[in-house]
């Protein structure tokens, strides 16, 4: 599996980056080319370190596909629209299984 992670810190109003993220970011990585599944994880408490808001976890299969997807225009208009309500928020990652 590789993966795109991406990791938001607390926004100064988390109602409105719901809005944005869950009614208009989301539908448009649903449409991203190679995109196998999206996993998302709300963080309710930090025990240590820096804290954050939600966690976005995007499987592509493998790395070729995943490279291929951040080419895309899908992708590309997906982070348009990310940095419209999350810009200063966000930290984008590619992850790979070990083990």
């Not at 649903?30 to 995109?35: A, I, M, R, Y």
């Not at 599944?37 to 995007?58: H, P, V, W």
């Amino acid at each position: 599996m590789s993966a795109l992670i991406a990791l938001y810190k607390q926004p100064p109003d988390s109602e409105a980056f719901d809005q944005a993220y869950f009614g208009t970011h989301l539908p448009l990585i649903s449409k991203v080319p190679g995109l196998r599944s999206t996993k998302i994880s709300r963080f309710t408490r930090t025990l240590m370190g820096e804290g954050y808001y939600l966690m976005a976890e995007m499987d592509f299969g493998d790395k070729d596909t995943l490279k291929a997807a951040m080419r895309s225009p899908e992708m590309a208009a997906a982070g348009e629209i990310l940095n419209s309500f999350a810009e200063g928020l966000v930290t984008l990652m590619f992850a790979e299984p070990q083990g």
